[in-house]
């Protein structure tokens, strides 16, 4: 049984510059989420994907931030122009859609520092 | 909008006493509620869940009864170990389409010898 995967899981980087972060849904999965969650604080949605197409987006999500995931498996947000206050730790999660119970299994995070 | 509402912790209690961490919610409809749970450094597991009202929820000695009269959803068990130290998260789905989740801001419990 493989569960959500993220890649990296640290991720340190000067304000400035372009971060990329990769997410490994389980297998069956066709919804992939993003969240951000700050320190002591629980996770905020960003955005999601029903198989390849973004459905949402968040307001949080400024246009620094994009989402992709272009054959609907793996998904990737980059961050351009990191600034400090992006400093969080990301999460991945995936769910199968018509369940009907609308759980969803986290990956275990990527954790971002701006310096 | 939806929302959650947890107590603040943190919550710390002696290995084998009674633990319960409050959780009531505002949304449309009687969504599914969930239990979620943050060890030091990872992401979140699911704990339990319950789809309807008057479910009752239950995992690993965890239970939490849904009751749509006082819109709760609280998380008791009857005997906590130090390796349940943790940040407990309640959460909901969005009832329209059912994408995200909304959390409540966490409560971090530590147990002690």
């Known amino acids: 049984d493989t569960g959500v995967s993220q890649d990296p899981r640290h991720k340190i980087t000067k304000r400035g510059q372009n971060v990329t972060f990769r997410c490994d849904p389980i297998s069956e999965h066709n919804r992939l989420y993003w969240y951000r969650q700050t320190l002591g604080q629980g996770p905020e949605f960003l955005t999601y994907f029903q198989n390849e197409a973004q459905l949402e987006k968040s307001r949080l999500l400024s246009d620094r931030f994009s989402a992709e995931r272009p054959k609907g498996s793996f998904s990737t947000l980059e961050i351009q122009r990191t600034e400090q206050g992006d400093s969080a730790m990301y999460l991945c999660a995936s769910s199968l859609r018509g369940t009907g119970s609308y759980e969803q299994y986290f990956g275990p995070g990527t954790r971002l520092t701006v310096t | ?113």
């Not at chain 2, 309807?52 to 939490?64: I, R, T």
């Not at chain 2, 009857?78 to 909901?92: E, I, R």
Request: hydrophobic share 30%; glycine share 10%.
């Open chain 2, 1 to 113: 909008g939806d929302s959650v509402t947890q107590m603040e912790g943190p919550v710390t209690l002696s290995e084998e006493a009674f633990l319960t961490i409050n959780c009531t919610y505002t949304a449309t409809g009687y969504p599914s509620l969930f239990w979620y749970v943050q060890y030091p450094g990872e992401g979140l597991q699911l704990l339990l869940k319950a789809t309807k009202a008057d479910d009752k929820g239950s995992n690993k000695g965890f239970e939490a009864t849904y009751r749509k009269e006082t819109t709760s959803f609280h998380l008791e068990k009857g005997s906590v170990q130090v390796s349940d130290s943790a940040v407990y998260f309640c959460a909901l789905p969005n009832t329209g389409t059912a994408s995200k989740l909304t959390f409540g801001t966490g409560t971090r419990l530590q147990v002690t010898l």
